[in-house]
T-cell receptor
Framework: GAVVSQHPSRVICKSGTSVKIECRSL??????MFWYRQFPKQSLMLMAT?????????EQGVEKDKFLINHASLTLSTLTVTSAHPEDSSFYIC?????????????FGPGTRLLVL | QQQVKQSPQSLIVQKGGISIINCAYE??????FPWYQQFPGKGPALLIA?????SEKKEGRFTISFNKSAKQFSLHIMDSQPGDSATYFC????????????FGQGTILTVHP
């Protein structure tokens, strides 16, 4: 149980285009989803916290107009990288917090590799 | 105060040996301490987690030791195998942070056959 999927797993786009990444909790309802980015050989950096039906909360230094987050249901959150540039190339990972139980455990998706040319 | 400091940065162990990774934190509000394993190109996977009301938790070959007074916790991998070669992250969260995890810097573990 507790599976989180991401789509796509890999995307290559041209500079200036927008890219949408989907994060789904497949077998549980997620009160909260989190979006991270990870550069090679580095730790995960939290970008934003996404709660179903409300606006996302962004970490300091993360541009909310560039990284649009929508959490439309208890099983789906999307991250849209608008007007992507080469410096946005990274590994984007979502996680979902199980609504049931004690709600502490975060389950991570497999990640999306974004390459902006 | 939100930092979680992890060491060592990298670790090489022979097959069958014990791998030990340490983490230290400052924020006394932290009350949940998970460890994640990440393979290259994959998302982190939850290995084992502990709350501060116990000093040790064991699941198979993986054990977390927790020292509340020292604000430290560690992961022990017994009988390390080449398949354990991965990056390991400790993390911490508190109820007041609504589940936001603060991650350590990561440890690259290599287990030689």
């Amino acid at each position: 149980g507790a599976v989180v999927s991401q789509h796509p797993s890999r995307v290559i786009c041209k500079s200036g285009t927008s890219v949408k990444i989907e994060c789904r909790s497949l077998d549980f309802q997620a009160t909260t989803m989190f979006w991270y980015r990870q550069f090679p050989k580095q730790s995960l950096m939290l970008m934003a916290t996404s709660n179903e039906g409300s606006k996302a909360t962004y970490e300091q230094g993360v541009e909310k107009d560039k990284f649009l987050i929508n959490h439309a249901s208890l099983t789906l959150s999307t991250l849209t990288v608008t007007s992507a540039h080469p410096e946005d190339s990274s590994f984007y990972i979502c996680s979902a917090r199980d609504r049931g139980g004690r709600g502490e455990t975060q389950y991570f998706g497999p990640g999306t590799r974004l390459l902006v040319l | 105060q939100q930092q979680v400091k992890q060491s060592p940065q990298s670790l090489i162990v022979q097959k069958g040996g014990i791998s030990i990774i340490n983490c230290a934190y400052e924020n006394t509000a932290f009350d949940y301490f998970p460890w994640y394993q990440q393979f290259p190109g994959k998302g982190p996977a939850l290995l084992i987690a502990i709350r501060p009301d116990v000093s040790e938790k064991k699941e198979g070959r993986f054990t977390i030791s927790f020292n509340k007074s020292a604000k430290q916790f560690s992961l022990h991998i017994m009988d390390s195998q080449p398949g354990d070669s991965a990056t390991y992250f400790c993390a911490a969260s508190s109820r007041t942070s609504y589940g936001k995890l603060t991650f350590g810097q990561g440890t690259i573990l290599t287990v030689h056959p």
